[in-house]
Structures are given as C-alpha cells and as structure tokens.
C-alpha cells in the first residue's frame, strides 16, 4: 500500500524482504530478497535509497543507528526504533515524559513477579518485553497459582518480562499521528478499535466518544510521538477508561492496520502521509472526506485453499455493499487468524456503515431486523399529528426511515430527556420537533443532542401560532434550532431531506430530480396560461 501510495506521487521505492513473492513485490519499483534482521544485507540495501523507512520495527536497529552516523537518512530514527522494539524500555520512556500509562514493573524472578502480584493485584497482565504483537507475548495470570504457566508460556524470566497492572476500559481507542522532518505534526481523527482474540478485527472511523475525550486522546498521541525522534506516521494506541482517562498503550512507528481506513477515508491516506512526512514534503490534510468509515480485516478463517475460498466469498459480497472497497494483500499462503486483507466501507453516518457491514456479514440473514430509522418526527401532543403528517410525508416520499411519537416537553419531561440523550446512538441524524403555545420541544430536545433539530410552529387558537415561531426562533446562543413558517411541516420534511443528502449521493440525486419535477410543473402551467389566456385556465384549472 506504501508502494501504491508512491506510484501516483513519482516516488520509486525499492524494498528489501526476504520472501521472493511477497505482497508488495509486484507494485515495487525494485525488491531485494534479504532479511531486515541480517546487518550485511541492510548496508547493502541503504546504498540504494535517498531515505531507509520501515513498515515493520523488527529490524537490525544497531545496523541503522551506525548508518545514520554515516550520514544515511533513516526515518524515523534508529532510536526510535530501538525504543519501540522494547516493551518496557517504551513504557519507560514515556513514562519520562509524564504520559498517562497503566501501572508497570520489570520482573526477572518469581519472586518479583509474585511481588508484582501482592503490589497491581490480579489478574495480572503479563508482557514479552520484545518480538510481542496481534496478542502474541502477552498472557494473563489471574491468581498467585498461575503465575509460573504463564512465565514459562512466554519463554521464561530470560527472554525478558514484564507486566502491567490490569486496565478496565471502556474503549480501545488509535491516533495516527504524522510528523515531517520539520517536526510539524497532523493527527488524524480519533478511531476506535475493536479486537477479537487479541487482533485488530474492526476500525470504527470517527469514534463514538464525547469531543473532550477526542482531544485529550489526540493531546497524549501528539505528546507521545514527539517524545521520539524522526519523521513519519505513527500509530498511537490509547485506553478509555471507564472514568474518563486516556492510558497510552503502545506506539507502531509506521502505518498501522489502525489507519487503513484512511485511503478511501480521508483527504490523504496514511501510506502517502508517511512518504510526505519522511522525505520532508508538507504534510497532508488528515480529515475525513466521508462522514463515517469502518474497516473490517480480512482474517483467516481456514487453511490452504478453503482459507481462499471463504475469503473470496466474502469479497464477493463486499461488491455489493455501497461504499465498499477492497484491499487483498495477496500474501503465499493463508493461515487461521492471519491478516490476508481488508474491506473499507464509507457512508454518511456510523449507523449507516454498520449496517452494511451487518449485510456483508450475513448477521441478519432472517430478514426480519426492523430498518432503524435515520430521521424522526416528534409532538409534544398527538393533537399536533394534522399537522405533522406533512413532514413524514415528505420523509416517506423520499424513501426516508423515520420513527413518529409523541414527545412532550413538559408532561413527559424524563422521556423527553431519554429520547433526545440517546437520538444520535440510535442512528438518527435530524430531528422534527413540532410544538405549540410556549414551544419549548425544540429548543430542549436541541440542548441535548448534537443532532440538527428542525421547529415547527403549531397553529394555535389563542394566538394563531405567533406565540409559538416567537418561541423557536428566540433559542439561546448555542442551542439552534432551524425553524420553518408557522404548520409548514412539509418545509420541515423537506429541509431534512436536504441536510440528509448532502452527505448522502444517491438521496441527493432524488432531491435534484424533486426541484426538476417542480421548476417543470411551473413550466407547464405557465405556458398553458399564456395559451389558453386568464379566463379559461381559471376556469379549467381553478376551479372552486
């Protein structure tokens, strides 16, 4: 994907991996076969290159370090490398730096780690210092009896442990954080990672978690990356915790599986950030493009060729989801719970892009799951309901799933509360709110959702409505509520059509088609005016 990235910039990358028919060998501009591990091959290598990166840290940093004082552009640095390569030398640097982390000890004897259970309590993490990723390297002991099994699972005190102090979060969060040789940083946006059997399974792009708790986790990755040395991308993976900290995890010093996400989902992917930040060119925009991605990896489920079979099965399916795109690493071979791949779909909500993993993943193959709905229709009475009909008329016309209830803001107030509160978990994305008299649905349901939340004056006896527009229009600063005339529902409906289609390209299409049919209906009536003169259209087309 690097090499891709590179392709359409000019950039010629020459590779250096040991197996002769490895993924990137068919898009690289030059591959020569030897180990990032063999010190001999990587000085051989660096002769051939302007700049070294590296899309794995499992490399000879020793080897490196020593080109680099030989005046060979390593990025990131050597250092870097070595730092990240160590478990625990990692937690320990930033650790330095006053970042946020779980509680953490070295351990060499079974007295230590034994000590290290009295001081965290169980269960215990414990860590490979080196060589440790996808949940390799790391297992649980869950009591004092366990303690052994789980030192000598990971290959005893001397292939170097450590552990951690059980962590309870709430969320597994990743912040791609890009620097150029400058040291001007971009983040991207915050993304939440969903793991299965240790390994990354599902990226949900942006996270669902409060805009306070996006900028502390983007403020530790930022603080984190330039604690270390060197250009290029870096992965951040953070904690949220259950009340509200951030705890960095690790750091990857490279495209990471985090951000894949980002070449259909934002204005410049992570692969062509990395080569912008290492070879000193001005870093990218990193913002979404599209409202909502989730990325979806492509694992193993069998061996040999059944392993391809069912793969393939799913691409298959995937050429049907709207906004999907597909990435096939074509690796040799496939093993179970190796990564062969990845599928990104786009779409302009989170719920929406969820829904059509669901499909890709056959998990609603009864047919019976109800369409959630996108906007709703809510009255603080049902004596609203002639009025309110209109807008989800509109809604129904446009194909829109919408939900229709009653809401009232003083006589059902913890409803009231509960409803807007959960609005946006549930997937909708705009709110109808028709009230009479004092009117204060909309502006209460406003001030407690980030959802766009349309007014609609209720004609009333006592004062004919005015007191009710009077009402929505005179919101608070910061709690807006779009407002339409006094029972134009179907204003109403039609305005969160057009907030849904801006983001949505097949129902904007239908909303051009809409303004088409009416500028066409103008059209026809005028010219039948000016044949047939005032008294006969009234008389054919007006009449009483």
């Known amino acids: 994907m690097l090499c891709q990235a590179a392709s359409q910039m000019g950039i010629k990358v020459a590779i250096l991996d040991p197996l002769k028919d490895c993924p990137a060998n068919s898009v690289c501009h030059e591959h020569v076969v030897g180990s990032f591990n063999d010190g001999d091959a990587v ?21 490196l ?15 870097t490398i070595m730092i990240i390569q160590d478990k625990y030398r990692q937690k320990d640097h930033f650790s330095k730096f006053g970042i946020p982390l779980t509680d953490f000890v070295e351990v060499d004897t079974l007295s230590s780690i034994e000590k290290a259970g009295e001081m965290f309590g169980y269960p215990l993490m414990v860590k490979s210092k080196r060589l440790a990723y996808d949940g390799r390297g790391n297992a649980v002991a869950h009591d004092k009896n366990e303690l052994s099994s789980v030192v000598s699972s990971l290959g005893g005190f001397e292939h170097g442990l450590y552990v951690e102090r059980w962590t309870t979060f709430a969320k597994e969060l990743s912040v791609i954080v890009a620097r150029s040789r400058d040291g001007s940083t971009v983040c991207y946006p915050v993304v939440e990672t969903i793991h299965k059997d240790n390994i990354c399974h599902v990226v949900e792009a942006p996270a669902e978690i409060p805009e306070k708790m996006k900028k502390l ?6 603080k984190a990356v330039k604690s270390l040395e060197g250009a290029g991308v870096f992965a951040v993976e953070l904690f949220l915790t259950n009340d509200n900290q951030v705890l960095l995890n690790e750091v990857a010093p490279r495209p990471h599986n985090s951000g894949h996400h980002t070449i259909e989902a934002c204005y410049t992917s992570q692969y062509e950030q990395h080569l912008r930040a290492i070879l000193g060119l001005p870093l990218g925009d990193p913002a979404m493009k599209a409202p909502a991605a989730i990325m979806y990896n492509i694992l193993g489920e069998d ?26 690493y074509a690796k040799p071979e ?21 829904e059509h993993l669901n499909k890709l993943l056959q998990r609603d193959t009864d047919g019976q799951k109800k369409v959630r709905p996108r906007a709703a229709v809510i009255m603080g009475s049902d004596s609203d309901l002639p009025i309110m009909k209109d807008a989800a008329a509109v809604l129904e016309k446009f194909n829109i799933p919408f939900e229709l209830t009653v809401v009232s803001a003083h006589r059902t107030a913890e409803r009231m509360y509960a409803y807007a509160s959960s609005a946006k978990e549930r997937g909708l994305e705009v709110i109808i709110a028709g009230a009479g008299g ?21 004609w009333t006896k006592s004062l004919q409505g005015m007191d009710s527009l009077l009402s929505i229009v005179q919101m608070p600063k910061g709690i807006p509520v779009a407002t339409v005339a006094i029972g134009n529902a179907e204003n109403a409906g039609l305005l969160a059509v057009r907030m849904l289609a801006s983001r949505d390209p097949e129902l904007s299409d239908r909303v051009n088609e809409y303004q088409q049919d009416l500028e066409d209906s103008v059209l026809v009536k005028a010219r039948l005016l000016e044949e047939l003169g005032s008294d006969k259209y009234l008389q054919q087309y007006k009449q009483p």
């Open 43 to 63: 000085r051989e290598f660096a002769k051939r290159c302007d700049v070294l990166t590296f899309e794995i840290e499992h490399v000879d940093a020793v080897t």
């Open 65 to 79: 370090e020593k080109l680099e004082k030989q005046g060979v552009v390593c990025e990131p640095k050597a250092s």
């Open 217 to 222: 986790a983007a403020s530790v990755a930022e």
């Open 303 to 328: 061996e040999g060729d059944s392993g391809f079979v069912l793969a393939h099965q799913l691409i298959k399916r995937a050429l049907n989801i709207p906004g999907a795109s597909v990435h096939w």
């Open 334 to 354: 496939i093993r179970k719970q190796r990564k062969m791949g990845h599928i990104t779909i786009v779409g302009p909500s989170l719920f929406s892009v969820k």
């Open 438 to 458: 004092a009117a204060h649905l909309p502006g209460m349901v406003a001030s407690l959702t980030t959802l766009p939340v349309i007014g609609v004056p209720i």
